[in-house]
């Protein structure tokens, strides 16, 4: 019998032309696997794109947006309006968002809830209190300032991006508490969800800008069995206390030279 998987992929970045070469070029799977999109696909036109090619071949598809998927276009008055854009396309493949309720799915260890999130950053990444903007300074002082700075806007009545992350941790903490205390989860997030995979980037400034220390707590709190995220370009899996944390982004082509496949398994599904 056939084995089912759970596969993942993030920061396919499709606006590099070797990048979308590459994907094409990506065997479909069996029909009865499902796969997790985890941010930084590109435009919204390259998100339609890409659930075009990946949907049809899928029993269930999964996408959370990455900085990169919510930088402003021309038309978007705000990041949340290029966010419902991509939202639209993810409903018309059918496609499961940080919006929708959580799917459970049958692994081959037992149910788990999936777990979409959009949590963004709050400058905490580094142990900064939050609200402080030390974080940020010592970061600007340093020269470093993320593109999103620029291309990033906070919808209203946030008045920051760190102040929209918290409106967004608050609302998932808030579903997260609903569940029951037996639920396991499978944790999606694009930015990485604990502080432990923060200290591998080679400029520790970039952590600033790639999480909050509001989720820190999450993976064991609210039992999870796998954390699937992306956004570092740095490939990644480890086990801590019994939870499994991937990195599975692709990158930009320069960066991976086709060394890293686009799709890696995160576990095996029931038959
Ligand atoms: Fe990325
Ligand atoms: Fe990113």
């Given at each position: 019998m056939t084995r089912r998987t759970l596969w993942a992929a993030s920061d396919?970045?499709?606006?590099?032309p070797q990048n979308r070469r590459l994907v094409a070029e990506v065997t479909p799977s069996c029909g009865d696997d499902w796969l997790l999109l985890c941010g930084d696909i590109g435009s919204v036109a390259d998100l339609r794109w890409l659930l075009s090619t990946v949907r049809p071949s899928s029993a269930g598809v999964v996408f959370v947006p990455g900085n990169h998927d919510l930088w402003v276009g021309t038309?978007?008055?705000d990041s949340a309006t290029t966010y419902e854009r991509l939202l639209a396309v993810c409903r018309d493949f059918d496609v499961l968002t940080p919006e929708d309720p959580w799917f459970v799915l049958e692994t081959a260890d037992g149910p788990r809830h999936l777990v979409p999130l959009?949590?963004?950053?709050?400058?905490?990444?580094?142990?900064?209190?939050?609200?402080?903007g030390a974080g940020l300074a010592r970061a600007r002082e340093a020269g470093v300032v993320f593109s999103d700075e620029f291309f990033l806007r906070p919808p209203?009545?946030?008045?920051?991006i760190a102040d929209w992350s918290r409106a967004r941790v608050a609302e998932a903490r808030r579903r997260l508490d609903a569940l029951p205390p037996s639920a396991r989860t499978i944790l999606v997030n694009h930015?990485?969800?604990?502080?432990?995979?923060?200290?591998?980037?080679?400029?520790?400034?970039?952590a600033v800008w790639?999480?909050?220390?509001?989720?820190?707590?999450w993976p064991e709190r609210y039992g999870a069995s796998h954390v699937v995220y992306g956004h570092q370009h740095i490939p990644h899996k480890f086990v801590e206390n019994g939870i499994t944390y991937l990195e599975v982004s692709l990158g930009y082509f320069r960066e991976h030279l086709r060394r890293y496949p686009v799709l890696r398994a995160v576990c095996e599904l029931a038959r």
């Amino acid at each position: 019998m056939t084995r089912r998987t759970l596969w993942a992929a993030s920061d396919l970045h499709l606006q590099d032309p070797q990048n979308r070469r590459l994907v094409a070029e990506v065997t479909p799977s069996c029909g009865d696997d499902w796969l997790l999109l985890c941010g930084d696909i590109g435009s919204v036109a390259d998100l339609r794109w890409l659930l075009s090619t990946v949907r049809p071949s899928s029993a269930g598809v999964v996408f959370v947006p990455g900085n990169h998927d919510l930088w402003v276009g021309t038309d978007d008055t705000d990041s949340a309006t290029t966010y419902e854009r991509l939202l639209a396309v993810c409903r018309d493949f059918d496609v499961l968002t940080p919006e929708d309720p959580w799917f459970v799915l049958e692994t081959a260890d037992g149910p788990r809830h999936l777990v979409p999130l959009m949590t963004l950053y709050d400058y905490t990444g580094m142990g900064n209190p939050a609200g402080s903007g030390a974080g940020l300074a010592r970061a600007r002082e340093a020269g470093v300032v993320f593109s999103d700075e620029f291309f990033l806007r906070p919808p209203p009545p946030h008045s920051s991006i760190a102040d929209w992350s918290r409106a967004r941790v608050a609302e998932a903490r808030r579903r997260l508490d609903a569940l029951p205390p037996s639920a396991r989860t499978i944790l999606v997030n694009h930015h990485p969800l604990t502080a432990r995979p923060l200290s591998f980037f080679r400029c520790p400034h970039y952590a600033v800008w790639s999480g909050t220390s509001a989720t820190f707590s999450w993976p064991e709190r609210y039992g999870a069995s796998h954390v699937v995220y992306g956004h570092q370009h740095i490939p990644h899996k480890f086990v801590e206390n019994g939870i499994t944390y991937l990195e599975v982004s692709l990158g930009y082509f320069r960066e991976h030279l086709r060394r890293y496949p686009v799709l890696r398994a995160v576990c095996e599904l029931a038959r």
